[in-house]
Antibody, heavy 122, light 110 residues
Framework: DVQLVQSGAEVKKPGESLKISCKAS????????IGWVRQLPGKGLEWMGM????????RYSPSFQGQVTISHDKSTSTAYLQWRSLRAPDTAMYYC???????????????WGQGTMVTVSS | QSVLTQPPSASGTPGQRVAISCSGS????????VFWYQQLPGTAPKLLIS???QRPSGVPDRFSGSKSGSSASLAISGLRSEDEADYYC???????????FGGGTTLTVL
């Protein structure tokens, strides 16, 4: 089964750093882009950026450029989303999703992780 | 507010047909293919419609998508209680160089 399994919920204080993970299984991580999507409490979906683990090509939404870092570890088939200094408005659910780039799903985020809830509060 | 405009809510009774609209512009829907995602309460989004009107394996044929000009539409026929969810349209925006999502439509089955 193709799966993306994300790390567990986090509670952090403002100014702290954080790295959450997304482990892929059931397919070759290096063959597909992995994207990250934010969902603020009670709100809609926002694309943050994506990485191609095959060549480390990384794209960011202008809204998130410089605010987060997307990375990956080929050896563990894991993608990461990282903050250097969290703020209260970063409180949200974060989803990773596989980006399909061929066939009838070309252009879709076709497999999603279960989400990681990040709470930033003093 | 979102680049793509969806009605915040929609409703219908079991067995009815409902349609959810998604309005964009020439830089997104007018040029690129549209995707629809379903988010059941408390769960991750799921791909529902791909490339305007393609149903991924496992998606019932009660769900259909269409696109005309700078607008797209998701139709659900034979409405069922398990269809209660939030529905999002999504498309690449050439001007913003960004994937953009609609604000989402909450579907209630009365």
């Amino acid at each position: 089964d193709v799966q993306l399994v994300q790390s567990g919920a986090e509670v952090k204080k403002p100014g702290e750093s954080l790295k959450i993970s997304c482990k892929a299984s059931g397919y070759r991580l290096t063959s597909y882009w992995i994207g990250w999507v934010r969902q603020l409490p009670g709100k809609g979906l926002e694309w943050m950026g994506m990485i191609h683990p095959g060549d480390s090509d990384t794209r960011y939404s202008p809204s998130f450029q410089g605010q987060v870092t997307i990375s990956h570890d080929k050896s563990t088939s894991t993608a990461y989303l990282q903050w250097r200094s969290l703020r209260a408005p970063d409180t949200a659910m974060y989803y990773c999703a596989r980006f399909c780039s061929s066939g009838t799903c070309n252009g879709a985020f076709d497999v999603w992780g279960q989400g990681t809830m990040v709470t930033v509060s003093s | 507010q979102s680049v793509l405009t969806q009605p915040p809510s929609a409703s219908g009774t079991p067995g009815q047909r409902v349609a959810i609209s998604c309005s964009g512009s020439s830089s997104n829907i007018g040029t690129n293919v549209v995707f629809w995602y379903q988010q059941l309460p408390g769960t991750a989004p799921k791909l529902l419609i791909s490339r305007n009107n393609q149903r991924p394996s496992g998606v019932p044929d009660r769900f259909s998508g269409s696109k005309s000009g700078s607008s797209a539409s998701l139709a659900i026929s034979g409405l069922r209680s398990e269809d209660e969810a939030d529905y999002y349209c999504a498309v690449w925006d050439d001007s913003l160089s960004n994937w953009v999502f609609g604000g989402g439509t909450t579907l209630t089955v009365l």
